[in-house]
């Protein structure tokens, strides 16, 4: 390969990242081959030695994608740093994405279950507020007595506010299972590039 | 074959900073000079440049070069140097315990030579 075409391939490679960090990179490599071409060597030693630039491109893609979903956090970007250092074959996708996907569907489950108690509260609040005034309106409450109405709108003024504080507390879940997700996928990197002595 | 090309890259950031450490140099430099001693895939060392200068060990400048365009220069950072410290001594205690592993004489309990 010469030097045209590995920087080609590396360029094609690594099209999803943006244009200042990609000529960051390719400029990296051109520096490479013009020094090595002046110390000598041909384009094509350069390329050998550098490696498959498919590797390469694993490396720089990996890197970039983890620091991406740590600056900004969100779901399509931990999904992206997480299918990136699966690339590299730092750990078996399996073990590691079957537990984040089940955890991930309980709490978005704990999440809608929130959701729906609030909006359920909020339904009973209104039907109590309303159901004396139109008797045909019967959504929850059978009778239209206006104890029976107070209770259902204690219960549901009790009911939203419990699905409020389910839903405050699943924030912080969240950002925690994010921010450990993110820990786990830096310590991959690193092991793979540093393979700590001992 | 996987196991050695991993020890490499982990040895591969210790050589880095170490070099450093003595002179700022640029990219080619520091390739030179290390597949001098163990042969590597060349094209490791930029994402892993990037990766310290992302954690702030080393920092980069550009630098005019007598023969051609200016070219990209690395230096090691204070937190860069002790990261380097670091490593070099859990290398000494690494490389120290192979070493006694390898060439030492087994003795048993007693400190006795064995027969081989």
Same mark, same amino acid.
Not at chain 1, 27 to 33: A, L, M
Not at chain 1, 73 to 93: D, E, K
Not at chain 2, 43 to 59: C, H, S, W
């Given at each position: 390969?010469?030097?045209?075409?590995?920087?080609?391939?590396?360029?094609?490679?690594?099209?999803?990242?943006?244009k200042?960090?990609?000529?960051?990179?390719?400029?990296?490599?051109?520096?490479?081959?013009?020094i090595?071409?002046?110390?000598?060597?041909?384009?094509?030693?350069?390329?050998?030695?550098?490696?498959?630039?498919?590797?390469?491109?694993?490396?720089?893609?990996?890197?970039?994608?983890?620091?991406?979903?740590?600056?900004?956090?969100?779901?399509?970007?931990?999904?992206? +740093?997480?299918?990136?250092?699966?690339?590299?074959?730092?750990?078996?996708?399996?073990?590691?994405?079957?537990?984040?996907?089940?955890?991930?569907?309980v709490?978005?489950?704990l999440?809608?279950?929130?959701?729906a108690?609030?909006?359920?509260?909020?339904?009973?609040?209104?039907?109590?507020?309303?159901?004396?005034?139109?008797?045909?309106?019967?959504?929850?409450?059978?009778?239209?007595?206006?104890l029976?109405?107070?209770?259902?709108? +204690?219960?549901?003024?009790?009911?939203?506010?419990?699905?409020?504080?389910?839903?405050?507390?699943?924030?912080?879940?969240?950002?925690?299972?994010?921010g450990?997700?993110?820990r786990?996928?830096?310590?991959?990197?690193?092991?793979?590039?540093?393979?700590?002595?001992? | 074959?996987?196991?050695?090309?991993?020890?490499?890259?982990?040895?591969?950031?210790?050589?880095?900073?170490?070099?450093?450490?003595?002179?700022?140099c640029?990219?080619?430099?520091?390739?030179?000079?290390?597949?001098?001693? *163990?042969?590597?895939?060349e094209?490791?060392?930029?994402?892993?440049?990037?990766?310290?200068?992302?954690?702030?060990?080393?920092?980069?400048?550009?630098k005019?070069?007598?023969?051609?365009?200016?070219?990209?220069?690395?230096?090691?950072?204070?937190?860069?140097?002790?990261?380097?410290?670091k490593?070099?001594?859990?290398?000494?205690?690494?490389?120290?315990?192979?070493?006694?592993?390898?060439?030492?004489? *087994?003795?048993?309990?007693?400190?006795? *030579?064995?027969?081989?």
């Amino acid at each position: 390969m010469n030097k045209e075409e590995y920087l080609k391939k590396l360029t094609k490679l690594i099209y999803k990242l943006p244009k200042e960090d990609r000529q960051d990179i390719l400029s990296d490599y051109e520096e490479h081959f013009m020094i090595g071409l002046e110390k000598g060597r041909t384009e094509e030693e350069i390329s050998m030695a550098l490696g498959d630039p498919k590797t390469v491109a694993k490396q720089i893609k990996a890197e970039y994608m983890v620091k991406k979903a740590e600056d900004k956090p969100s779901a399509s970007s931990i999904t992206r +740093a997480i299918m990136a250092a699966a690339g590299l074959g730092i750990f078996n996708l399996l073990f590691f994405v079957l537990p984040t996907v089940v955890l991930t569907m309980v709490i978005l489950a704990l999440f809608v279950l929130g959701g729906a108690m609030v909006f359920g509260g909020i339904l009973i609040i209104l039907s109590s507020i309303f159901q004396p005034f139109y008797h045909n309106v019967q959504i929850l409450t059978n009778d239209g007595g206006i104890l029976s109405s107070l209770g259902g709108l +204690a219960g549901g003024i009790g009911l939203a506010i419990l699905g409020s504080v389910l839903l405050v507390g699943m924030t912080y879940v969240a950002r925690w299972f994010y921010g450990l997700i993110i820990r786990y996928l830096k310590l991959n990197l690193k092991i793979i590039q540093e393979q700590k002595m001992v | 074959m996987v196991m050695n090309t991993q020890f490499k890259k982990g040895v591969l950031e210790l050589c880095v900073l170490a070099l450093l450490d003595r002179k700022d140099c640029y990219g080619y430099e520091m390739v030179d000079e290390i597949s001098k001693n *163990i042969s590597i895939s060349e094209g490791t060392i930029y994402p892993l440049l990037k990766r310290l200068k992302n954690e702030g060990f080393v920092i980069s400048y550009l630098k005019e070069s007598p023969d051609g365009p200016p070219r990209k220069y690395y230096r090691l950072t204070d937190l860069g140097k002790k990261k380097k410290d670091k490593l070099v001594d859990e290398w000494g205690e690494f490389s120290m315990g192979v070493n006694n592993l390898l060439y030492s004489k *087994i003795t048993n309990n007693l400190g006795d *030579i064995k027969d081989e």
